[in-house]
């Protein structure tokens, strides 16, 4: 078992099939099979479950991905480490759909400019979907709101935002969550640590929502309010990147329920040179 054979099978993963990972590795389809072959030969258990035409990952092909990921990764944090390298190489990131919209713009761009070498591979998710996204190292690291030191993962402080409550012009004023008592809602789906805010302050006017539009974008989100199909929480610095903020009334929350923050967070023991540098950057930003 080799380091060739282990970016031989992860490529055939990635890419779903020895055809398309072939391509994609610049080698004939029948070493890349030879290869896939020998591994199996040498564990003992098949990885792939083979129907038709399509490779599926075997459960002992499940438990052997997690490992060679883990390889795949620390072989190439000795290379950079014994070179005395810039970062370089891919460090794939999520983060919530609003920080990728408000916060993280100039900061890729300044960190892309300092490390042309490292391929950002940025995905949006809610912050329980991204921790479990970095637990299970889909994501070297991830922008998510709230601490996460409960579950053993690592992280800095990013940024501080403030949640308001966007309704259409035509809203009679909002005071209380008394006064959306019969709004719907429109938020991300279940999972969304805004969401869970959201909620907890409905709560202190015994308001329980019957109505509620789930979307996946701020966007659309703060669209829909214009429109006038309801109301929405949302980080404040959002509204500085949509069209139509003079379509909508925004309201303060009570302290306790508009401030948050969200940090960079990832695996103990586990910071590339890139990851580190994009933690060096997040905290310069706040100097």
């Known amino acids: 078992m080799d380091f060739d054979s282990l970016t031989i099978f992860k490529t055939v993963v990635d890419e779903g099939g020895i055809i398309?990972?072939?391509?994609?590795?610049?080698?004939?389809?029948?070493?890349?099979?030879?290869?896939?072959?020998?591994?199996?030969a040498t564990l003992g258990v098949p990885l792939f479950l083979r129907d038709k035409r399509r490779l599926i990952l075997s459960p002992a092909g499940e438990i052997f991905l997690g490992y060679v990921e883990q390889l795949l990764r620390l072989a190439e944090q000795a290379r950079q480490a014994v070179r005395g390298d810039t970062p370089r190489g891919a460090l794939r990131l999520g983060t919530l759909e609003s920080t990728a919209a408000s916060r993280l713009p100039p900061l890729l761009a300044?960190?892309?400019?300092?490390?042309?070498?490292?391929?950002?591979?940025?995905a949006t998710d809610t912050t329980d979907a991204l921790v479990a996204g970095v637990m299970s190292r889909k994501f070297d690291a991830a922008f998510v709101v709230g601490q996460v030191?409960?579950?053993?993962?690592?992280?800095?402080?990013?940024?501080?935002?403030?949640?308001?409550?966007?309704?259409?012009?035509?809203h009679p004023a909002i005071g209380d969550a008394h006064d959306v008592r019969t709004d719907t809602l429109i938020c991300f789906p279940s999972g969304c640590a805004y969401r869970r805010r959201l909620h907890a302050w409905l709560a202190t006017g015994s308001?329980?929502?019957?109505?509620?539009?789930?979307?996946?974008?701020?966007?659309?989100?703060?669209?829909?309010?214009?429109?006038?199909?309801?109301?929405?929480?949302v980080p404040r610095s959002v509204l500085e990147t949509v069209r139509t903020h003079d379509s909508i009334a925004v309201y303060p929350l009570p302290e306790e329920y508009a401030c948050l923050t969200t940090y960079l967070v990832w695996r103990p023991g586990e910071r590339s040179l890139a990851l580190q540098a994009l933690q060096h950057a997040v905290t310069a930003d706040q100097q």
Do not use: M, N
């Open 110 to 122: 300044h960190y892309h400019q300092q490390y042309p070498a490292v391929r950002v591979a940025l």
């Open 20 to 40: 398309a990972a072939a391509r994609k590795l610049h080698r004939v389809q029948s070493g890349v099979t030879t290869r896939i072959k020998h591994l199996e």
């Open 207 to 233: 308001v329980i929502p019957e109505k509620i539009l789930e979307l996946s974008s701020y966007h659309a989100i703060v669209a829909c309010v214009a429109s006038g199909t309801g109301i929405a929480l």
């Open 149 to 170: 030191e409960a579950v053993g993962l690592e992280g800095v402080r990013a940024f501080d935002e403030e949640l308001v409550i966007v309704a259409p012009r035509s």
